[in-house]
C-alpha cells in the first residue's frame, strides 16, 4: 500500500519522547489534506506541498508523518504553521530508527485547530512538451497549443491536486500513480509564421527544405515563457470544401522544437519543397586555375634594419559555386516567386568577393546567357564567421528560362605548409 | 483471437457520465456514439495515414469521461487528438489520461455546461497504409506522341477494414522525426507491461468480448455500404502548403490486403520527345534513351491550351514519383515493351525524363589518335631547412596531350538529339563554341580542352565535366574530333634520376 500518513498524536508528551519507535501510538483518525499542489518546475525533483489542519492542545503536541512505497527525500521535509490561534512552534524533528517516517514535537500557545503545510521533494514524476500547429490555410500564421504530459511513477495516488507542469496553466485533477495526463498548458493565436525555403548543400545536396521560423516574443504573439523542447506536430486546415461542413486539415509534418528562450527564434522543418530546385557545382574562379590562390607577400626586417620581402605561410584561397535555380511553385494555378535562402558553412576570415546572376535562356544547342543585375534579389548574410546565407527572391521560372548564381568566396589568410618553391636562377 | 481483418478502424468509444466527482464509484451510463464519418489521409514518403472520424456525443452536465481503447492496432499513442466542433463555450476538455501501465487506452475528460449531443472529431495516425503512383505510357510508332495514363494504389496492411471512408493522397515529402510503427509499439512509461499482447489471457479474454460487442453494435448503426459505383471515381487535385492532395471523389472500402488501383490520370497526345545521353559519369561507352516529356497544358494545333477535364490534362498538379512502363505501338497496333523505371516527382510546369534503359541503336566509338608528351622542363628548387638553404629534389613540368576521335553513328530512321558528357581529371580550361579563352597559353596546371571544332553548343557543367549536343540526321556518321592537353606541374621526384638532397 503506498500511502502518505500524517497523524496527530496530542497531549504531554514529557515521558513519551524516550520511548522506543515501536511503542509510538498511532491515531487512527487522519487529518484529510485539504489542498495539495504538485510542482514539477524543476526537472529532477518533484515538490509537492499539502496543507492538512490538525487539532492542537495547549503545550507539547506530536506530529507524525510516515509514508511507504514512495521515494520522499527525508531532508528535504519541511513543516510549516499557516494559519493557528497562539503561536505554534516546532521543537525538534525525530527520526525514528528504519522507518520511512518522523514526527514533529511541536508546541502550541492555545489549543485549537491549525493550519499546516508540508513540503517535501519526491522522485519519479516527469512532465515533457509536445507541440500542436494549426496553420492557417495562407502560411501567413499559426495556433501554436502546447501541451504537457506529465507521468506520475512516484507510487503516490494524488487526489484533488494542483499540477504545474512547468510551462503555462495550473490545472486541478485526479492523478493516480501510473497515469499520464496530457494537458493543454497554453495557446498563442495568430502567431505569424516565417515561411522559409532552404537549400543546404552540407545537409541534402539535392532538395531544397521548407522550414516554418517563429519568434518567442510579445510582437509575434507569443514571449511568455522560454520554449521547452518537444516535438511539433504541424497541421494546415484546408480550403473549405462543399461537403465538409467542418474545416479538414492535413498534417504538414514535424519535428524536435529545440529550447526556445524568449526574443529566440525556432526553426522548423516540415518537408521537401519539391518545387523549387537547386543544384550547386563547384567552378573554376574567373581567371582560370591560377586564381584558385592568392600568394601573399610581406615586409621582412633583418637585424641588421634592412627591409627586404618575403612569403609568409598564408595566402588566400578563392572558391566559386554555381547554383542552379529553378522555381515551378505555383498558387491558384499561377506561377509565384519564392523566398530562397542558400546556406554555405565556410571558416576563419573570409569575404563574399563576387556576385554575378545569370539568366539562362533556351535549351541545348541555343541556350543564351545573359549576366542580370543582382542586387534587387540577392543579399548575402554573414551569420557568423561560419555561417552565410544567401536570401534569394527567384522569380518563377520554366524549362526554357532558369538561374545561375555564381558566388566567388574569397578565404583568406590560409596558415599552410608549403614553403614557397623559388626557382635556382 | 481477434481476426485483424474483422477490426473497424472506429474504435469503441464508451462513454461515460460521471455525475459525481468520485472518478472510481460511478460508471452511470454507457452509450455508443453515432459515427458519422471517416477520412483517411494518405501519405506516400513515409508510412502515416491520418485518420479522421466524426461523432456525435451525447453529454450531461458536469464531467464526462469518455473512454477510447485501441488494442491490437497500430495506431500512436501520442497523436489521439479529440476536437469540439460545436458548443466549444460550454463544452472543455480538461484532459487526456492514459492509464497505469497501458499505451492502448485513453480517458477524455470532458466538463460540460449543457445536455445534449455534441459533435466530436477524434484524430489519430496510424501505420500500415500506403500508397505509390505507377504510369503506364503507350508512345506512337514515331516516337513523337504518347497516351498516359497514371495511377494511384492504395495498399492496406494495417489489419484493419476502413469501409465507406473518404480517401485521400498527399504527394510531398514531409518530415517525420520518429517513425508512427515505432510509435505505436513503444510500450507504456512505467511499471506493467502494455497493450493488448502483453495483457493476461483472462483479461485479453474480456477485451476481446469487449470489443465483440463493441464492434457488433457500431456495425449496427453504420449505413450501409455505398452502392457499386457505375464509373471510375473522379481524383480532385488541390495544392496545399508544399504538398498536393489529390480528393478520390465519393467512399470508397478500403480492405485488409487488398490493394485498390484508381485512375489518377488519362491524357491522349501527350508530344514526347526521345533522347539519348552519354556520360563519363556511368561509365562512358553507351547511350541510354530517355523519354522526355513536359508536365504542362496540352495545346492544340494553333498553339493555344486546350479545354479539356482535369483528369485528362498535365500540367495542373505534380506528377507524384512511381514506376513508369512505356510501351511503343506500332502501326498493325502490336505493343513493343520499351522499358521500365522509376520516376521522380514532377512539378507542375517541369519536365520529366524517365530512362528506358541502354540503347544499341546509337553507337559511339572513341578512339586515342594520338597523344604525346611536350615542353619537359626539369627545375631545381632549393628550399630552406634548419636554417640553411638546400637544393630540393628537381621537379620536371611537362605538357601530356591526347587527341580524341568519337565515332557516332545513328541506326534511328528518325532525327535524333544526343547528348555527350566528357570528364577530364584536371581542372578544365576550355575552348568550346564561345572562343578561345584568356588564359589558353597559361602555364598553370589544367586540363586544356579544344573542343571548338565540334559544331555544337559546348557547355561547363562543372569544373571536370564538358558537355556537347549533337542534332543526328539518321544513315549519317559523326565524327568529333578534340584535343586536350594535361599540363602537369612540379611533378616528382620520381621523374628525377638524381634525387640530390645537398647543402649550397
Redesign the interface.
Known amino acids: 500500500m503506498k500511502r502518505i500518513v500524517i497523524t496527530g498524536l496530542v497531549g504531554v508528551l514529557v515521558g513519551m519522547l524516550s520511548m522506543p519507535a515501536q511503542a509510538r501510538i498511532k491515531l487512527t483518525t487522519l487529518p484529510e489534506r485539504e489542498t495539495v499542489r504538485v510542482d514539477i518546475k524543476n526537472g529532477r525533483f518533484t515538490l509537492v506541498e499539502e496543507e492538512r489542519t490538525v487539532n492542537l492542545q495547549q503545550g507539547r503536541n506530536q506530529v507524525d508523518f510516515s509514508w511507504a512505497n514512495i521515494g520522499i527525500d527525508k531532508d528535504s521535509i519541511v513543516f510549516r504553521v499557516i494559519k493557528a490561534d497562539g503561536d505554534v512552534n516546532v521543537l525538534n524533528t525525530n527520526y525514528p530508527n528504519n522507518e520511512n517516517a518522523l514526527y514533529w514535537t511541536v508546541s502550541a500557545a492555545k489549543a485549537g485547530p491549525a493550519v499546516i503545510r508540508i513540503s517535501y521533494l519526491i522522485g519519479n514524476m516527469s512532465a515533457s512538451a509536445s507541440y500542436q500547429g494549426i496553420v492557417e490555410n495562407d502560411e501567413k500564421s499559426l495556433l501554436l497549443q502546447t501541451y504537457m504530459t506529465v507521468q506520475n511513477t512516484s507510487g503516490e495516488d494524488f487526489g484533488r491536486c494542483t499540477v504545474q507542469p512547468g510551462v503555462g496553466k495550473t490545472t486541478v485533477r485526479y492523478f493516480k500513480n501510473g497515469e499520464r495526463k496530457r494537458m493543454l498548458a497554453s495557446k498563442f493565436t495568430a502567431v505569424p509564421i516565417q515561411k522559409r525555403f532552404v537549400f543546404d548543400a552540407a545537409v541534402d545536396q539535392k532538395r531544397t527544405r521548407m522550414y516554418y521560423r517563429l519568434l518567442n516574443d510579445k510582437e509575434n504573439n507569443m514571449g511568455q515563457f522560454p520554449l521547452p523542447r518537444g516535438k511539433v506536430r504541424l497541421f494546415i486546415k484546408e480550403p473549405k470544401s462543399d461537403d465538409d461542413s467542418v474545416r479538414s486539415q492535413a498534417f504538414l509534418g514535424e519535428d524536435w522544437g529545440a529550447y526556445t528562450p524568449l526574443f529566440a527564434k525556432v526553426d522548423l522543418y516540415v518537408g521537401v519543397a519539391q518545387d523549387v530546385k537547386v543544384e550547386r557545382f563547384t567552378m573554376q574562379p574567373k581567371g582560370g586555375p591560377r586564381k584558385v590562390i592568392d600568394e601573399l607577400t610581406c615586409p621582412r626586417i633583418l637585424m641588421n634594419g634592412e627591409r627586404t620581402v618575403t612569403h609568409p605561410r598564408f595566402r588566400h584561397q578563392r572558391t566559386r559555386f554555381r547554383y542552379r535555380l529553378q522555381n515551378f511553385k505555383t498558387a491558384n494555378g499561377e506561377p509565384i516567386p519564392v523566398p530562397l535562402t542558400i546556406q554555405e558553412h565556410v571558416d576563419g576570415e573570409w569575404i563574399i568577393e563576387n556576385v554575378e546572376m545569370k539568366e539562362i535562356l533556351g535549351e541545348r544547342n541555343d541556350v543564351t546567357e545573359k549576366v542580370i543585375p543582382h542586387e534587387k534579389m540577392f543579399l548575402a548574410k554573414r551569420i557568423d564567421v561560419n555561417n552565410v546565407e544567401f536570401e534569394i527572391a527567384l522569380p518563377p521560372t520554366t524549362i526554357k528560362k532558369k538561374y545561375d548564381l555564381y558566388v566567388t568566396v574569397l578565404r583568406k589568410n590560409r596558415r599552410h605548409n608549403v614553403e614557397p618553391i623559388v626557382y635556382k636562377d | 483471437m481477434i481476426n485483424g481483418r474483422a477490426m473497424r478502424v472506429c474504435l469503441p468509444i464508451l462513454l461515460m457520465v460521471v455525475l459525481s ?1 468520485a ?1 472510481l464509484a460511478s460508471v452511470d451510463l454507457v452509450t455508443l456514439p453515432t459515427r458519422e464519418s471517416t ?1 483517411l ?1 494518405i ?1 506516400n ?1 513515409e508510412d ?1 495515414t ?1 485518420v ?1 472520424e ?1 461523432r456525435l456525443l451525447t453529454v450531461k452536465p458536469g464531467i464526462n469521461r469518455i473512454q477510447f481503447s485501441w488494442a491490437n492496432t497500430l495506431i500512436d499513442p ?2 489521439i ?1 479529440f476536437r469540439i ?1 460545436d458548443h466549444v463555450d460550454k463544452v472543455d ?9 497501458r499505451n492502448d487506452a485513453l480517458q477524455w ?1 470532458i466538463k460540460s455546461r449543457l445536455a445534449g449531443k455534441v ?1 466530436v ?1 477524434i ?1 489519430y ?1 496510424t501505420s500500415g497504409i500506403t500508397w505509390k503512383a505507377d504510369y503506364v505510357g503507350m508512345a506512337n510508332g514515331d516516337e513523337t506522341e504518347m497516351g498516359l495514363k497514371g495511377y494511384v494504389r492504395v495498399y492496406n496492411n494495417s489489419g484493419e477494414l476502413y469501409d465507406n471512408a473518404q480517401v ?1 493522397l ?1 504527394v ?7 517513425k508512427i510503427a515505432d510509435l505505436a509499439r513503444r510500450p ?5 507491461g502494455w497493450g493488448y499482447a502483453a495483457r493476461p489471457a483472462e483479461e485479453r479474454e474480456v477485451m476481446r468480448s469487449e470489443f465483440k460487442n463493441a464492434l457488433v453494435l457500431d456495425c449496427a448503426i453504420m449505413p450501409t455500404t455505398s452502392a457499386p459505383a457505375k464509373r471510375a471515381p473522379k481524383v480532385v487535385k ?6 498536393f ?1 489529390f480528393t478520390i471523389a465519393g467512399r470508397q472500402d478500403i480492405k485488409h490486403q487488398e490493394p485498390k488501383r484508381l485512375v489518377a490520370l488519362s491524357v491522349d497526345g501527350v508530344p514526347l520527345k526521345a533522347i539519348y545521353k552519354l556520360t563519363d559519369r556511368t561509365g562512358g561507352q553507351q547511350f541510354t534513351k530517355y523519354f522526355r516529356f ?1 508536365n504542362k497544358k496540352l495545346l492544340d494545333k494553333r498553339g493555344k491550351e486546350q479545354a479539356l477535364p482535369d483528369m485528362e490534362n498535365l500540367g ?1 498538379s ?1 506528377l507524384p514519383d512511381g514506376m513508369v512502363r512505356l510501351f511503343s505501338e506500332y502501326a498493325n497496333q502490336d505493343l513493343a515493351y520499351v522499358g521500365g523505371t522509376s520516376t521522380k ?1 514532377v ?5 520529366v525524363e524517365v530512362s528506358v534503359g541502354d540503347d544499341t541503336d546509337i553507337t559511339m566509338i572513341r578512339r586515342v589518335k594520338d597523344q604525346g608528351i611536350s615542353n619537359v622542363i626539369a ?6 631547412l634548419d636554417n640553411k638553404w638546400v ?2 629534389y628537381d621537379l620536371i613540368d611537362y605538357d601530356e596531350t591526347f587527341v580524341y576521335e568519337e565515332e557516332i553513328v545513328s541506326g534511328k530512321p528518325m532525327d535524333v ?1 544526343a ?1 555527350i558528357e566528357r570528364r577530364f581529371d584536371a ?3 576550355l575552348w568550346g563554341s564561345e572562343g578561345k ?3 589558353w597559353n ?1 602555364d ?3 586540363a586544356y580542352v579544344d573542343l571548338h571544332d565540334v559544331e ?2 559546348i ?5 571536370n565535366h564538358v558537355k556537347y ?1 549533337l ?1 543526328m540526321k539518321p544513315g549519317r556518321k559523326w565524327t568529333v574530333t578534340y584535343r586536350v592537353t594535361y599540363k602537369r606541374r ?1 611533378v616528382g621526384p620520381e621523374l628525377n634520376p638524381e634525387k640530390r638532397r645537398e647543402h649550397l
Open positions: 466527482t472518478a477520412q489521409t501519405y514518403s502515416i491520418m479522421r466524426h501520442t497523436s487528438d466542433l476538455l480538461l484532459d487526456t489520461t492514459f492509464p497505469s501501465g475528460n459533435p472529431e484524430r495516425f485521400r498527399v510531398g515529402k514531409i518530415n517525420l522525426v520518429e507504456a512509461p512505467g511499471k506493467g488541390q495544392g496545399l502548403s508544399e504538398y492532395l513536359k495542373l505534380p516527382y512539378p507542375i510546369g517541369d519536365r627545375r631545381q628548387y632549393k628550399r630552406r637544393l630540393y538529339e547528348e581542372n578544365v580550361i579563352p584568356k588564359d597559361s598553370e596546371a589544367g555544337s553548343r557547355e561547363k557543367v562543372d569544373q549536343f542534332d612540379k
